[in-house]
């Protein structure tokens, strides 16, 4: 039996996850991603693994206030459905057992809007013109700061003090290969979960193997 620690980067889990794009209560989707955490810790040929803890690393959501350029309203971020909910999420993620929070900040004073990407896109094709640009399709651009730090030391940590036997990162193709590496040499198994997200095939030679408990996209079969 090897003692798992589970990290989790949140903003990539957000972007690939469905159970956040389908309106779901904070709770349920906390839950949602605490079973999901657990799915890792099953092993079909042997033992099952015991949980150390679960470390999910995010920010905390956008709180600014934002003059919007095109409609020239102020918007308060911080009365804002996603930011409302983003909070409750976090607040849900604390309560459950065996699990860490390590947020972040974001870079607040350089945040401003930008065009999607659809939209410039359909700019730089010639199928709209600027006349015809819409409130939605300018988002604030913000920028996480300190969550790939965090999850670096804690594998550091992890791995100096042997802590654990297991580490099982949920994470895409981030700069996370000098910890992996570092932790490899202390004799961790290192797992990476990139929950069917495209990975450069160099990463393989820094980890132990890949590991989804998410059920393959029908995009990929």
């Known amino acids: 039996m090897a003692k798992t620690a589970?990290?989790?980067?949140?903003?990539?889990?957000?972007?690939?996850?469905?159970?956040?794009?389908?309106?779901?209560?904070?709770?349920?989707s906390a839950n949602k991603l605490y079973n999901y955490c657990l799915r890792h810790l099953v092993n079909k040929n042997a033992p099952n693994d015991e949980l150390y803890r679960i470390f999910y690393y995010?920010?905390?959501?956008?709180?600014?206030?934002?003059?919007?350029?095109?409609?020239?309203?102020?918007?308060?971020?911080?009365?804002?459905?996603?930011?409302?909910?983003?909070?409750?999420f976090l607040d849900e993620m604390k309560q459950q057992r065996k699990v860490a929070l390590r947020l972040g900040f974001l870079s607040e004073t350089k945040t401003n809007y930008v065009l999607t990407s659809s939209a410039m896109k359909k700019l730089f094709n010639g199928k709209i013109d600027i006349t015809e640009l819409e409130e939605s399709d300018f988002v604030p651009d913000v920028k996480q700061k300190g969550v790939d730090m965090k999850i670096g030391v804690d594998?550091?940590?992890?791995?100096?003090k042997h802590q654990v036997d297991r580490i099982i990162l949920i994470a895409g193709d981030s700069d996370f290969v000098p910890a992996s590496k570092l932790a490899r040499r202390e004799?961790?198994?290192f797992i990476l979960d990139p929950m069917w997200m495209h990975i450069n095939p160099e990463l393989h030679e820094h980890i132990d193997g890949l590991r989804t408990k998410m059920k393959k996209p029908s995009s990929l079969k």
Do not use: M
Not at 155 to 160: F, Q, T
């Open 58 to 88: 995010d920010c905390p959501p956008l709180e600014k206030k934002l003059t919007h350029p095109l409609t020239k309203k102020l918007v308060d971020f911080s009365k804002t459905d996603i930011c409302i909910w983003n909070k409750a």
């Open 6 to 28: 589970i990290l989790v980067d949140g903003g990539f889990y957000r972007k690939v996850s469905k159970d956040f794009k389908n309106k779901e209560s904070p709770e349920e």
């Open 155 to 160: 594998i550091a940590s992890l791995a100096y």
């Open 187 to 189: 004799g961790i198994d």
